[in-house]
Nanobody, 113 residues
């Protein structure tokens, strides 16, 4: 119901843009966001955006990552610039409604040094 795309392999300093499309049977999405999980580490918040457009970023992503949303398409984007090897992880999309939380399967981002 959440389909991510845009991951891949990039050199340090490069950029990637992730997309996450929510299926139309997910109604009244209040917020969407991106989380990531690196090997051996817990899943952590990258960024989130509410229906009203308010954004929230993890400190280490501020200034490098930008989250945006196309509500008409039920799609959220994550523009990632100045990527570092430490950004290597599986990035998961998340959508929250009043009743449920949905997760995508994830897309791999690998940053080489």
């Amino acid at each position: 119901q959440l389909v991510e795309s845009g991951g891949g392999l990039v050199q340090a300093g490069g950029s990637l843009r992730l997309s996450c499309a929510a299926s139309r049977d997910i109604f009244s999405i209040n917020a969407m966001g991106w989380y990531r999980q690196a090997p051996g580490k817990q899943r952590e918040l990258v960024a989130s955006i509410t229906r009203a457009g308010s954004t929230n970023y993890a400190d280490s992503m501020k200034g490098r990552f930008t989250i945006s949303r196309d509500s008409a398409k039920n799609t959220v984007y994550l523009q990632m610039n100045s990527l570092e090897p430490e950004d290597t992880a599986v990035y998961h999309c998340n959508a929250r409604t009043l009743m449920a939380v949905f997760w995508g399967q994830g897309t791999q981002v690998t940053v080489s040094s």
